[in-house]
């Protein structure tokens, strides 16, 4: 699975768009981009994940650039209760093989 | 309700005693997996298993072994635990043949190790 980079923190305001991006220049054509979200000590979450469009659900919404290099998750209002640490990940969506969340990205909402 | 099980959650032991850490998921899930999470240092893949009798190294498996003998249950194993191995552990499940793959994850087991 190929290999991710995100910026290690960053803050929003409440109320505000969150804007996390993740760099994943190595995808190949049947890697998918997951991403999930980690409060305090609690399991990760799964947030959304997508192919090739760009998907929305009632958590976020993910823009995948057209080269796939590169997402971006996007928090639309973000509240306090989304403060957590965002992992992004790509794997290929039927196959497990060593899977590493990396460090991800420490959201801070800010009032 | 659909999940993770994890036990124990929370564990005070002493170099050398062996241990396990049980994980059932109630899904049918095929794979199945375990991290380890350390401050400053993510989440690290320890062993997964895409089914049963099927396991296999991730990024960190010094000191563990894991077994995978029916589809829901995949133990961690410390046979002779030392203080490095004191982490936050997560087991996590999903489907194998899907294009959704999403993982499940546990509340996790707090282990400390003296």
């Known amino acids: 699975d190929a290999k991710t980079t995100q910026p290690p923190s960053m803050d929003c305001a409440e109320g505000r768009a969150a804007n996390l991006p993740c760099n994943h220049s190595t995808i190949s054509g049947n890697e998918y981009v997951y991403w999930y979200r980690q409060i305090h000590s609690q399991g990760p979450q799964y947030i959304i994940h997508?192919?090739?469009n760009n998907e929305t659900n009632e958590m976020a919404s993910l823009i995948i650039t057209e080269d796939r290099k590169s997402s971006t998750l996007i928090l639309p209002h973000a509240t306090l209760r989304d403060t957590a640490v965002y992992y992004c990940i790509v794997r290929v969506g039927y196959s497990g093989y060593a899977l590493n969340f990396g460090k991800g990205t420490s959201l801070l909402v800010t009032p | 309700e659909a999940q993770v099980t994890q036990n124990p959650r929370y564990l005070i032991t002493v170099t050398g005693k062996k241990l396990t850490v049980t994980c059932s998921q109630n899904?049918?899930?095929?794979?199945m997996s375990w991290y380890r999470q350390d401050p400053g240092l993510g989440l690290r893949q320890i062993y997964y298993?895409?089914?049963?009798?099927?396991?296999d190294k991730g990024d960190v498996p010094e000191g563990y072994k894991v077994s995978r003998k029916e589809k829901r249950n995949f133990p961690l194993i410390l046979e002779s635990p030392s203080p490095n191995q004191t982490s936050l552990y997560f087991c996590?499940?999903?489907?194998?043949?899907?294009?959704?793959?999403?993982?499940?994850f546990g509340e996790g087991s707090r282990l400390t190790v003296l």
């Open positions: 298993s895409m089914n049963v009798e099927v396991t």
């Open positions: 899904m049918n899930h095929e794979y």
């Open positions: 996590a499940s999903s489907f194998r043949n899907t294009n959704t793959g999403e993982l499940f």
């Open positions: 997508g192919l090739k």
